[in-house]
């Protein structure tokens, strides 16, 4: 089988995390191309914002996502590195369950090469609640998976003045619950995402370093270049009932980021047509 070993194999990668995430970013991929990695713990990656609100996310997950392999590349004075993003809220489609969306970026300097995949899920803990009294706390609690999973605790959802993070002691949390209720008459709780205080999220990101294994080992049918991924889709999957075009992708582009080589495919996990409840004429 033609894969991208030759590309990677005995060099150095830096894994651009401070959160543990290179314990199922790493092996797999040394496990596939032969190379070394290490974690940066220079690295201050809470610099480019934090899911808890004290500074707020500014950048694009696919810009964020480069602007930190960039930066662990510059620290570390290597030619390789892996960064991993996370987004949380409301599911893009159904918007009553919480979603999550990881993105990794693994990019290569030497071959100028950049894969970036993303997966959207509804496998994630991702909630919050304000309390005023311990009323709806224990459902919360059984509800985020608490105490395998964190939880952090501020005086209310937009008030970061007192924040405490991180916390997996069940006595510990009801306690302090009962000093902010009664301190400040209300508290609020939300799901720790940082990925190792969240086992959840961890087995997203370990599902999501096998599908950039797959992307890095495409290769271009042309140029045999490594990274031959998707690039975009062509939308108009005809509905089943009226076959008109609707909105859904009918195809995928796979692209080569050296020669530009651009492949159309039919996914075969694609359907063949549309149902008319997503179709705009039949179901406007
Ligand atoms: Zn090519
Ligand atoms: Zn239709």
């Given at each position: 089988?033609?894969?991208?070993?030759?590309?990677?194999?005995?060099?150095?990668?830096?894994?651009?995390?401070?959160?543990?995430?290179e314990?199922?970013?790493?092996?797999?991929?040394k496990?596939?191309?032969g190379?070394?990695?290490?974690?940066?713990?220079?690295?201050?990656?809470?610099?480019?914002?934090?899911?808890?609100g004290?500074?707020?996310?500014?950048?694009?997950p696919?810009?964020?996502?480069?602007?930190?392999?960039?930066?662990?590349?510059?620290?570390?004075?290597?030619?390789?590195?892996?960064?991993?993003?996370g987004s949380?809220?409301?599911?893009?489609?159904?918007?009553?369950?919480?979603?999550?969306?990881?993105?990794?970026?693994?990019?290569?300097?030497k071959?100028?090469?950049?894969?970036?995949?993303k997966?959207v899920?509804?496998?994630?803990?991702?909630?919050?609640?304000?309390?005023?009294?311990?009323?709806?706390?224990?459902?919360?609690?059984?509800?985020?998976?608490f105490?395998?999973?964190?939880?952090?605790?501020?005086?209310?959802?937009?008030?970061?003045?007192?924040?405490?993070?991180?916390?997996?002691?069940?006595?510990?949390?009801?306690?302090?619950?009962?000093?902010y209720?009664?301190?400040?008459?209300?508290c609020y709780?939300?799901?720790?995402?940082?990925?190792?205080?969240n086992?959840?999220?961890?087995?997203?990101?370990?599902?999501?370093?096998?599908?950039l294994?797959?992307?890095?080992?495409?290769?271009?049918?042309?140029c045999?270049?490594?990274?031959?991924?998707?690039?975009?889709?062509?939308?108009?999957?005809?509905?089943?009932?009226?076959?008109?075009?609707?909105?859904?992708?009918?195809?995928?582009?796979?692209?080569?980021?050296?020669?530009?080589?651009r492949?159309?495919?039919?996914?075969?996990?694609?359907?063949?047509?549309?149902e008319?409840?997503?179709?705009?004429?039949?179901?406007?």
């Amino acid at each position: 089988m033609v894969n991208s070993i030759h590309y990677f194999e005995g060099r150095n990668l830096v894994i651009a995390t401070k959160h543990k995430k290179e314990f199922v970013i790493g092996p797999p991929l040394k496990a596939a191309f032969g190379l070394d990695f290490f974690s940066s713990d220079s690295l201050d990656t809470d610099m480019l914002g934090t899911f808890s609100g004290e500074i707020e996310r500014l950048n694009k997950p696919i810009d964020a996502a480069r602007m930190k392999c960039n930066m662990a590349m510059d620290i570390h004075q290597v030619d390789m590195a892996v960064s991993s993003e996370g987004s949380f809220g409301p599911h893009p489609q159904i918007f009553f369950l919480p979603a999550a969306e990881e993105y990794l970026m693994f990019m290569d300097r030497k071959h100028e090469l950049e894969v970036f995949v993303k997966t959207v899920t509804t496998n994630t803990n991702y909630s919050s609640i304000t309390l005023t009294s311990t009323e709806y706390l224990q459902e919360f609690l059984t509800r985020v998976k608490f105490p395998s999973h964190a939880l952090i605790l501020k005086k209310s959802e937009n008030d970061i003045t007192r924040i405490e993070k991180g916390i997996v002691c069940e006595k510990t949390l009801f306690d302090r619950v009962e000093f902010y209720l009664n301190l400040y008459g209300a508290c609020y709780l939300e799901t720790d995402m940082r990925a190792m205080f969240n086992p959840t999220r961890m087995e997203v990101i370990k599902n999501l370093v096998d599908q950039l294994i797959v992307d890095m080992n495409r290769i271009c049918p042309k140029c045999h270049f490594p990274g031959f991924s998707v690039s975009g889709v062509v939308r108009g999957l005809l509905c089943s009932n009226c076959l008109w075009p609707t909105k859904s992708v009918k195809e995928i582009i796979y692209g080569c980021k050296k020669c530009g080589h651009r492949s159309i495919e039919m996914n075969t996990e694609l359907k063949k047509y549309e149902e008319p409840m997503y179709c705009d004429f039949c179901n406007p």
